[in-house]
């Protein structure tokens, strides 16, 4: 794994990305009220990592949602994404500053599939490695 400086990762409705490439997390929330009649749940974990100015070196990450603990059984995952850290974005845009890299992944889930309500973990793994975690309530 990569020298991390910070990580870290949220549970939201949707990321709005500005033409600027700004970017705000709409309707942040830890838990999702399953309303009658409601089969699936969507949210979006949006995950920010920043890194050591010299980590040039290619890295993957994958989000994994885990039902009732750490430990959990997997029951929905993203697809393993590869990336690099971005070093062009800071004020004066120069290499010696921290690398950044964020990763918006939706997720669409049944309900009942998954194994009903209750407190599951939306896991963050980088280069297969454990990195950050945010829990996530399903209720009515």
Known sequence: MSDIISAGALIC??????KNGLQSAMRIMDAIVIGPGMATVQFTVWTTIRSQPTDRAPHVLQV????????????????PYQFRYGYGSGV??????????????????????IGGLGVYYLQVDLDQVYLTCVPLTLRQ
């Open 64 to 79: 994994f949602m885990r039902k009732g603990s750490l430990k959990g059984d997997v029951v929905a995952r993203a697809e």
């Open 13 to 18: 409705q949707a990321v709005l990305i500005e």
């Open 92 to 113: 004066l845009g120069n290499l010696s500053g921290p690398g950044g890299f964020s990763l918006t992944t939706n997720f669409n889930v049944n309900v009942v599939e």
